[in-house]
């Protein structure tokens, strides 16, 4: 017997609503999700981190220095809650300017949610996020709370992918991957 997806309570980011015609095999669905939870539990895989929710927003602007092509530029990010409530705010500063170190990150959390926030960087990628090389994080502490920049030589004109996440202990809710130049 096939049901519906949306009688699997499945939302699967297209739109999918009750009485559309995508099928799943009750028995294929079930011996899946089985197969997938058994798997993650045998090789010991840690969980990837979660979407940040669906009714925050990010907000990303960027600062170009110099002109042409191999011009390097720096990203700030902010976050907001679904309420409205300013979340936190991410540096990628590739140069120095106003008093900031080049090649380095920042975030601040400014909301009571419990949450704390998180800037990571892979050094070098222009194709996804392989790995963490650097991070800023305001990890158990309270609102109001700024990290220090964290700094460190990047050769010019170097891709850096970034990641801005919230946190609470094990729990992490990332954004998708963004890309800024030294």
Not at 55 to 68: A, E, L, N, R
Not at 91 to 117: I, R, S, V, Y
Request: aromatic share 10%; proline share 3%; hydrophobic share 35%.
């Amino acid at each position: 017997m096939c049901q519906s997806a949306a009688e699997h309570g499945i939302d699967n980011g297209f739109g999918l609503s009750k009485g559309d015609d995508v099928k799943f095999p009750s028995f294929r669905l079930a011996l899946a999700t089985l197969a997938a939870t058994t798997l993650g539990v045998v090789v010991g895989q840690a969980p990837a981190a979660a979407a940040l929710p669906s009714d925050y927003s990010i907000t990303v602007s960027t600062t170009f220095h110099g002109s042409g092509y191999s011009e390097s530029y720096s990203r700030e990010f902010e976050i907001y809650s679904g309420n409205g409530a300013w979340v936190g705010t991410f540096w990628f500063q590739a140069d120095p300017a106003n008093g900031a170190p080049g090649d380095a990150l920042k975030t601040c959390d400014m909301e009571k949610d419990g949450l704390g926030t998180e800037i990571r960087m892979d050094i070098g990628s222009s194709s996804g996020f392989q790995q963490t090389d650097r991070i800023a994080s305001t990890r158990g502490m309270g609102a109001g709370y700024c990290d220090g920049w964290k700094t460190g030589d990047i050769a010019e004109n170097t891709s850096v992918a970034l990641k801005v996440c919230l946190v609470r202990g094990t729990t992490e809710y990332c954004s998708g991957v963004y890309y800024a130049r030294t």
